[in-house]
């Protein structure tokens, strides 16, 4: 009797988990309730790669028949972790207002494939957003990217390279479209690997970074080729598309001179570029509500030209919520 009861016990914890809602089943849940339709795991490498896949949020409701616009939202995670479920929440936010289709894409992180496979994926999601613009009735012509950290870099580099052949890649069944994009929102993202990310409290670049050399395949004064074109500024020229940066001045992580690089670079060939900082914050202050506020602006006048005066006032960081012990 004690032996079946033991079994019994041991079983227990198995059942619960497997019970338990996925994050998958969570977000199809949400978006349910929010008015969203849900498309997972979309290919668009013409393979069954799971990191290769793009999940599509559609509106059940439109505000008009109009085809809609598109926010490509690319995670961070230093190139190494992250997925593209992390952006569910606000793609369900974007789709649920009626005039966009949001499109979180996923890319090989580095362990699995250092450089440039994260720029060849994400440029093959963006063809393959066009591919399927009819089908899902989108504006082919309007679409934005939005990212954080090094889904910020990634985005920038989107915005800057739609003219440059060694980085298209040859992924998937779509290569006759163009990987183009109309839009970006870059929030803290890498724009510039010929310097550090990093610096010490004297100003000195710390060139030792696991981040960088996992995607470069060593630290970046050891890779300059590599490092050059891997950095959105390298690429920056007058047909690119307008720019909205946000950047915590006191970012340990990815220092604030980055945010000024791709900001000075885009000006100069005459691109609009707005630079928003927010004083003190740190790399997570980003998070800022605001950031939202005005990104999600800055993409209704160049997307849907709707006009407004984007504030570019500095932030300020909103104090750290202290963790518990």
């Known amino acids: 009797m004690k032996h079946h009861l033991l079994l019994i016990f041991l079983a227990v914890p198995a059942i619960q988990a497997q019970s338990l809602p996925t994050k998958k089943q ?9 008015g969203v339709e849900v498309k997972l795991d979309q290919p668009y490498a013409g393979n069954n790669n799971p990191k290769q896949m793009v999940d599509v949020f559609l509106p059940k409701k439109r505000n008009d028949g109009k085809p809609l616009p598109v926010v490509a939202l690319i995670h961070g995670g230093g190139w190494v972790n992250g997925d593209r479920l992390g952006y569910a929440a606000q793609a369900i936010q974007l789709a649920r207002t009626g005039d966009y289709a949001a499109v979180a894409v996923g890319y090989r992180l580095s362990k699995e494939a250092p450089w440039p496979a994260q720029v060849h994926d994400c440029k093959a999601a963006i063809r393959w957003i066009r591919a399927h613009a009819k089908e899902y009735n989108l504006d082919a012509d309007k679409i934005a990217v939005w990212g954080s950290s090094a889904g910020g870099h990634l985005s920038s580099l989107l915005g800057t390279s739609g003219d440059v052949k060694e980085l298209e890649g040859d992924l998937g069944p779509n290569t006759s479209f163009s990987s183009r994009v109309q839009c970006v929102v870059n929030l803290c993202g890498p724009e510039d690997f010929s310097q550090a990310l990093m610096f010490d409290k004297e100003g000195r670049p710390i060139w030792k970074d696991d981040a960088v050399s996992g995607l470069l395949g060593g630290n970046a004064p050891d890779k300059p080729a590599e490092a050059k074109a891997a950095s959105p500024v390298t690429h920056v020229s007058k047909d690119d598309p307008p720019f909205i940066t946000f950047h915590g001045t006191k970012d340990q992580r990815v220092a604030f001179r980055h945010a000024e690089a791709i900001h000075t670079a885009l000006q100069k060939v005459g ?27 800055f993409t209704d006048k160049i997307l849907r030209g709707i006009e407004a005066a984007i504030d570019t006032t500095p932030l300020q960081a909103l104090p750290e919520v202290p963790k518990k012990p």
């Open 26 to 34: 969570t977000t199809v849940t949400i978006a349910e309730k929010s």
């Open 271 to 297: 691109i609009t570029s707005l630079l928003v900082p927010i004083n003190g914050g740190g790399h997570g202050s980003v998070g800022h509500p605001e950031v939202k506020v005005r990104g999600q602006q």
